[in-house]
C-alpha cells in the first residue's frame, strides 16, 4: 500500500520567492498532485498553492504564510467540493484512486489480530458495516489537518498523492481524525453546507472512521519508529475506535 510512502520537503529562497520544494517517491504521486492543482485552477471551488515549476519527481510551489488553521473552513470547502463533484462527475482518469471502504475492511480484518482486546469488537463492527454505493464524489484523499494552511480566512490544500473517487465519508473520516474531540462539530458543520441529500450520514461516517482508523492502527503498528513515537499515535487511533 501506498500510505506510507512520504515524500521530503524542504523551504528556500529562489529568485527573491520563498518556494517549497518537495521530492516525490514516484512519479504517479507527482502527477496526481499536478492533476488536483489543475483542476481546481480551473474550477476554483478551493485554492491550491501556486505552481513555481515541476519536474519529474520535484515540485515547487510558492510558500503560504499560515495562520491558525480553519479546521470548519475545511469542512465548508470540501462539502462545497463534494457537492459540486456528484452532480458534476470528473471524466475517468487512471490517476484518481477509487477509495472502497470493502477493500479497506478486508484489509483490517485479515489482520484482525493486532488490536488485541478490541478485535472482536472492531471484527463485529466492520463484518456488517453497510454503507450508502450510490454517493460517489471526488475526494482529497488525505483530508487531515497537516495538509492544509490557513492564510488570509482562506485554507490552501496540498498533498494531493491519496486524491480520488469515493464516498464523501472518507474525506470527512480524515478531519475527525485529526481533530476527534471535535468530531460532532464537525459533522455537523458539513450537513449544513452540503446540496444533496444525505439522510444516513452519521452511520457512513462512523462506518469508515473505524475502517480508516484501524486500517491506519495497523499501517503504523508495521513502520518503523520509536515506541514513543508508536505509543502517542496508537493510543490516539485506539482512543477514536473506543469511543464510537
Do not use: C
Request: no cysteine; glycine share 4%.
Amino acid at each position: 500500500m501506498d500510505e506510507w510512502n512520504r515524500n521530503t520537503s524542504q523551504i528556500y529562497k529562489l529568485d527573491g520567492n520563498k518556494i517549497i520544494s518537495k521530492t516525490y517517491k514516484k512519479p504517479i504521486f507527482l502527477q496526481r498532485e499536478l492533476f488536483f492543482y489543475n483542476l481546481f485552477q480551473k474550477n476554483s471551488l478551493i485554492k491550491t498553492p501556486r505552481i513555481y515549476n515541476f519536474d519529474k519527481l520535484i515540485l515547487q510551489t510558492y510558500f503560504i504564510e499560515t495562520e491558525e488553521k480553519d479546521i470548519f473552513q475545511t469542512t465548508m470547502d470540501w462539502a462545497k467540493i463534494h457537492s459540486y463533484f456528484i452532480k458534476n462527475p470528473v471524466e475517468n482518469n487512471q490517476l484518481l484512486i477509487y477509495h472502497n471502504i470493502q477493500k479497506v475492511i478486508s484489509y483490517v480484518l485479515e489482520n484482525i489480530g493486532t488490536f488485541d482486546k478490541l478485535d472482536s469488537v472492531i471484527g463485529n463492527k466492520l463484518s456488517s458495516a453497510k454503507m450508502n454505493k450510490n454517493i460517489i464524489t471526488l475526494l482529497h484523499g488525505d483530508l487531515q489537518q497537516k495538509n492544509m494552511v490557513t492564510f488570509k480566512k482562506n485554507n490552501y490544500y496540498f498533498d494531493f498523492e491519496l486524491g480520488g473517487l469515493g464516498h464523501p465519508a472518507r474525506d470527512i473520516t480524515s478531519m475527525i481524525i485529526s481533530n476527534p474531540n471535535k468530531k460532532d462539530e464537525l459533522i455537523t458543520s458539513y450537513r449544513q453546507q452540503i446540496n444533496f441529500d444525505y439522510s444516513g450520514i452519521e452511520e457512513d461516517i462512523d462506518n469508515w472512521l473505524i475502517a480508516r482508523t484501524a486500517q491506519l492502527y495497523i499501517l503504523f503498528n508495521k513502520k518503523d519508529g520509536t515506541k514513543e513515537q508508536k505509543k502517542a499515535v496508537e493510543k490516539k487511533l485506539l482512543g477514536i475506535i473506543r469511543d464510537l
